[in-house]
């Protein structure tokens, strides 16, 4: 049956099912006068909306309510995408193990910043990785020559490989026509092209390094490690500042849902702890001013949160059909069930108030991966430790999951801080580990808890928890907004 509202405001809205469309999902537009003002897809509604702008004007609401169909997991082997390797390179090490028990207990890994002299800079601290050796995966003269973006991406890459059982050996007998490589940067190559400007202001252009370009653009990091293992498969970079990597995540998994690839080697990496990087986000004001206290800076969601804390490292994931990984007998870590991408169309900084942009796209992303919002029990949040951010995120989770009680949510950003275009490789892993160990690391440094955020955030010590599914978010600057859906693997 359907019902009419009529109420007087300022805007006439029509709000009805549109069967004429043909599609599951619904049309949104808004018009002022006769032009339109704004239009939107609403995913799986079946609803279509159109606003009126004009004086004096009623509020018509009609609406059907036909039987919803529900979801349906992907059940094609070869569209199947499975995870049968992980590597990463972050502040608590290379060791995926060592990583999440530092998760675990909660530890700190923000820093005073050592790697130059930030005595005269107002931030003064940072996630930053302390001996770093990418011995047994560079040579000596490219490890002195490269950026330490691509750095972090060949050992992390590599770890990936290895832990996925496709060594040396093992690729060398492998078509690797059909294994491609997806990793991501917001920033790409920053210390190589500061040096190069600083090379050219100071010396002149003839002193600039020929590694210079190469070292600087965003490509490269994809491109130096499908030259070091021979992958020839979809190669090339997204730079979606820090939703970067779930965005390579989405895009890697349709590579081989459309059969275009058996196995992508994807994520994100970042090195910008260096003055460019953190000078320009100090001008931004994003960053937190917490000097006395740097490993209580990052506090997403309490009440004295000041800003984000600059992060760094790189996360990649192997991502592979199910076909394919079962033939060769892969050991298989968790299955990436799917994703979304969407844009605020808002601000170049600020987050939407009403969370629209984020709340559509966890739609998005849960539609892609055929399960209700029901089935949802963990999130990892994107959790930035900012005023805006981290509100406008806890709304559009809200919206989208109206029963939240058996949902956890934390934030990994409080103990390792922001990695930018590396934030949702590392995140990813530490969401698939929670799947596979059954613990979810806290969210520290939660002393004053916003009153809206009425979601278990797993203050200050981990908790055991059995994952059903998970959703990671990671969102941008341009409001750049993604989500990735992963569950336990069931054959």
Known sequence: ????????????????????????????????????????????????????????????????????????????????????????????????????????????????????????????????????????????KNDRRLDDCWRYCLVAGRRALDDADLGPQVLHKMDKTRIGVLVGTGMGGLTAFSNGVEALIQKGYKKITPFFIPYSITNMGSALLAIDTGLMGPNYSISTACATANYCFYAAANHIRRGEADIMVV?????????????????????????????????????????????EGC????????????????????????????????????????????????????EDAGVSPEEVNYVNAHATSTLAGDLAEVNAIKKVFKNTSEIKMNGTKSMIGHGLGAAGGLEAIATIKAI????????????????DVTIDTVPNVKKQHEVNVAISNSF?????????VFAPFKP
Request: hydrophobic residues 35%; charged residues 20%; neutral net charge.
């Open 267 to 311: 994520g994100g990496t970042e090195a910008a702890i260096m003055p460019t990087g953190i000078g320009g986000f100090i001008a931004c004001r994003a960053l937190s001013q917490r000097n006395d206290e740097p490993k209580r800076a990052s506090r997403p969601w309490d009440k004295e949160r000041d800003g984000f804390v600059m992060g």
């Open 476 to 484: 941008g600057f341009g409001g750049h907004n993604s989500v990735v």
């Open 315 to 366: 996360g990649i994931l192997v991502m592979e059909s199910l076909e394919h990984a079962m033939k060769r007998g892969a050991n298989i870590i968790a299955e990436y069930l799917g994703g979304a991408v969407t844009c605020d169309a808002h601000h170049m900084t600020d987050p939407r108030s009403d969370g629209l942009g984020v709340s559509s796209c966890i739609i998005k992303s849960l």
């Open 436 to 451: 596979k160990t059954g613990w979810l690391h806290p969210t520290i440094n939660q002393d004053n808890l916003e009153p």
């Open 1 to 140: 049956m359907a019902g009419i509202v009529v109420s007087g405001s300022c805007s006439s809205s029509l709000l009805f099912r549109n069967r004429e469309a043909g599609g599951n999902g619904g049309f949104l537009a808004q018009y002022n006068g006769l032009r339109a003002v704004e239009s939107m897809q609403l995913p799986s509604s079946g609803i279509t909306r159109v606003s009126f702008s004009a004086p004096k004007c009623r509020t018509i609401r009609a609406m059907a309510s036909p039987a919803v169909s529900a979801p349906k997991r992907e059940e094609d082997p070869k569209k199947r995408i499975v995870i049968s390797g992980m590597g990463l390179v972050s502040v608590f090490g290379s060791d995926i193990d060592h990583f999440y028990n530092k998760l675990l207990a909660g530890e700190s890994g923000i820093t005073q910043i050592d790697r130059f002299d930030a005595t005269n800079y107002s931030v003064r601290f940072a996630g930053q990785i302390h001996d770093f050796s990418s011995k047994g995966y560079i040579d000596g």
